[in-house]
């Protein structure tokens, strides 16, 4: 789909889940948010290193640099959940990575090592990997990050039914803050992928050996086992034949190469980030993928972002009567805007000018609650807009107050399809002394929730319903629509479309800010408007053509 980038720069984490428990494995359902208390209140939880297979198959495609490690190896957890909370007061200051401890009516934390975890991607070096060829010989060995919302299952019936706990680890580099979880008699897979290396391993017969690195097994009571698994590489072309013929192994029996689906996988194609309205990478699923899901990913009837596969959320069921209001003690959304990353200058990328020069970037804005932000938009027959109002709930979510605001829009282009809400958000390019250079196109938006930004804030929905973009904002038939952004969640999009990106062509070299703004007309009815506009430091230099982008590390944030 044209919504999804070529862009072999990106970089994304995965929820694995490629191999299949031989347990009852469900899928996280509805649940409470983040002041929630977990089924189990027990004490310490007891981990444990299992392989819930002992072969595995991976299909490596013709023209693939390598292969995509899921070994199908999972962390049990019993006697008590495994939650740990991760923080940072600001940019300026380190993660901060706590376990939550529960006993009866006692909550318990533990502070985790300082620097032990970086971000909030999951706990890095925790997974070794070793393995070895038909001669005993060691070909890899590697390191991985576990995310304890990596895809879970059941070890047992009298397990909770479903996880309350988030479903996957956010790698936005201006999240805030995080809750990782597994429940007590839940299981949750440990593998991660690092799409930039794939291990390089031809066609043949192998051993993996997985185990716990030291520090981990010391700090949680991890016993040192290393599961071992036969590991098939299976050579597969282009066109479906395969090199190597070898059965599939019942615990893994798709492509398990997280940025490559059924189809894309042939093209070496990563899934990009929301350059028209495709999902970032960090919501998409990898049991989803497996699936043969992952090439309906960006818009269409139940295309899905790879967090869930959604009914459609239904706006009012007629267009709000009586007085517009809005009391003054109700629960209003906080939308706060992050400061760019993702910046690259390109070329005449995905539909610009060629012989230009652009300056490309994601942006996010995001809502601290307590509130969600709910907006539905209702069209009069034969019209090109919709009328779009901001609703209010109470504390037990009855709805007490509306207002207006402004509209939403169909956009027939490919790639998008569906409406957006209007004047949610804008960006501008500014000088050195931060008067506007040149505006960005791009401010009517289909909101979702992409990327988790901090879960820890009060209200915080740890299972949003609306990441599937499609549902969430219509069809061209759609007489009424309803947008949700939900509390600590918020709306990635790359600018990497005509009209998006920043025309820097004619603009000289030097220092420069990109201004992401939410609410720009302040029509959206909020908590505080004092915390809506972020500043990204670019510095172009180069030639016409040639241009480049340097950019500084914003506080402790050294993602460019």
């Given at each position: ?61 013709e ?19 495994l ?24 909550t318990?934390?533990?502070t ?14 925790f ?12 070909v ?21 039914a479903?996880?309350?706990y ?6 936005n ?22 799409y ?18 030291k ?8 016993p ?16 479906g ?27 070496a ?9 495709a ?31 959604a ?33 690259a ?55 007490i ?28 390019l500014l ?7 040149v505006r ?30 499609s549902?969430a ?20 999009y ?65 993602t460019?």
């Amino acid at each position: 789909m044209t919504s999804q980038l070529h862009r072999s720069r990106l970089r994304r984490s995965t929820l694995a889940t490629g191999a299949v428990l031989a347990v009852v494995v469900t899928a996280a359902g509805a649940a409470p948010g983040a002041g929630a208390a977990p089924a189990s209140t027990a004490g310490k939880p007891k981990l444990k290193l299992i392989a819930a297979s002992k072969a595995v198959t991976i299909d490596r495609w013709e023209g693939e640099p390598g292969v995509y490690l899921d070994l199908g190896t999972y962390v049990t957890v019993d006697k008590a959940p495994l939650e740990i909370k991760v923080t940072r007061k600001s940019y300026k200051d380190p993660v901060v990575a706590k376990q939550i401890l529960r006993d009866g009516t006692r909550t318990r934390t533990k502070t985790l090592p300082a620097g032990l975890v970086k971000d909030f991607s999951g706990l890095p070096g925790f997974l070794q990997v070793s393995i070895r060829d038909a001669a005993g010989v060691e070909v890899s060995k590697s390191k991985g990050t576990f995310c304890p919302n990596n895809a879970s299952g059941r070890l047992r019936p009298d397990a909770p039914a479903t996880s309350h706990y988030p479903e996957s680890c956010s790698t936005n580099p201006f999240t805030l803050g995080s809750v990782w979880g597994v429940e007590k008699g839940w299981a949750s897979n440990s593998s991660t992928v690092d799409y930039d290396k794939p291990v390089d391993l031809p066609a043949g017969e192998y051993t993996a050996k997985v185990s716990v690195a030291k520090k981990y097994r010391d700090l949680f009571g991890i016993p040192d086992d290393q599961p071992t698994v036969k590991l098939t590489v299976r050579e597969v072309s282009n066109g479906g034949g395969e090199g190597v013929t070898a059965p599939q192994s019942s615990a893994h029996s798709a492509h398990s190469g997280g940025g490559h689906g059924t189809q894309s996988a042939h093209a070496a194609h990563h899934y990009g980030p929301r350059g028209a309205d495709a999902p970032t990478p960090p919501a998409l699923s990898h049991a989803l993928e497996d699936l043969g899901t992952a090439h309906h990913l960006g818009d269409g009837l139940g295309h899905t972002d790879g967090s869930r596969v959604a009914p459609a959320l239904r706006a009012n069921a007629k267009r709000p009567t009586g007085r517009a209001g809005v009391p003054a003690d109700v629960p209003k959304p906080d939308l706060r805007a992050l400061p760019a990353w993702d910046i690259a200058v390109t070329d005449g990328e995905d539909g610009d000018v060629p012989g230009k020069d652009y300056l490309a970037f994601s942006a996010n804005v995001w809502n601290a609650g307590p509130a969600p932000l709910v907006v539905d938009g209702f069209r009069k027959p034969g019209a090109d807009l919709m009328d779009a109002y901001q609703y209010f709930y109470d504390a037990k979510g009855k709805q007490i107050g509306y207002t207006p605001t402004g509209t939403m829009e169909w956009d027939p282009r490919v790639g998008h399809e569906h409406w957006h809400f209007t004047d949610f958000a804008s960006y501008r390019l500014l000088s050195a002394d931060k008067t506007e250079e040149v505006r960005s196109g791009k401010e009517a938006f289909c909101l979702a929730n992409t990327d988790a930004i901090d879960y820890t804030v009060k209200n915080a929905n740890w299972h949003p319903y609306n990441t599937d973009l499609s549902t969430a904002c219509g069809e061209q038939n759609s007489i009424s629509v309803r947008e949700v952004l939900d509390v600590g969640s918020g709306d990635t999009y790359t600018q990497y479309r005509p009209g998006q990106s920043f025309d820097i062509t004619d603009l000289p070299n030097g220092t420069y800010y990109i201004q992401v703004i939410a609410n720009p007309e302040k029509r959206l009815k909020e908590t505080s408007l004092k915390n809506n506009v972020a500043l990204r430091k670019v510095v172009l230099s180069g030639t016409p053509g040639a241009r480049k982008v340097t950019v500084p590390p914003h506080d402790l944030i050294n993602t460019p």
